[in-house]
């Protein structure tokens, strides 16, 4: 099991930015999938990016492509998403989740089994 921490949410303007860090306490992310998921007020949780931290290989949702960028900080042992052009559709709490890398990657939030607290992310019009 891993324990996941969110820090870097906030208020922004639309066409601002923002960079997510996702931080795992007490062990490293090795042999693990990290992903970002989001959920709106009255929505579901909804897959944003993910990736291997063993491989680096990157995972991102349509409609974010192009706009959020996903990586690895191996010196800080955390995943960080870097979020340009935001829109106020893009205003969400935003989890961290952490799946072995054995099982395999999946956008499914109920195949994560390890969880942030989430971080708020507000983009005004």
């Known amino acids: 099991q891993v324990q996941l921490v969110e820090s870097g949410g906030g208020l922004v303007q639309a066409g601002g930015s923002l960079r997510l860090s996702c931080a795992a306490s007490?062990?490293?992310?090795?042999?693990?999938?990290v992903g970002w998921f989001r959920q709106a007020p009255g929505k579901e949780r909804e897959f944003v990016s993910a990736i291997s931290w063993s491989g680096g290989n990157t995972y991102y949702a349509d409609s974010i492509k192009g706009r959020f960028t996903i990586a690895r900080n191996i010196a800080k042992n955390t995943v960080d998403l870097q979020m340009n052009s935001l829109k106020p559709e893009d205003t969400a709490v935003y989890y961290c989740?952490?799946?072995?890398?054995?099982?395999?990657?999946?956008?499914?939030?109920?195949?994560?089994?390890?969880w942030g607290q989430g971080t708020q992310v507000t983009v005004s019009s």
């Open positions: 989740a952490a799946r072995p890398t054995g099982w395999g990657m999946t956008r499914e939030s109920a195949r994560y089994n390890d």
């Open positions: 007490g062990r490293t992310f090795s042999n693990y999938f």
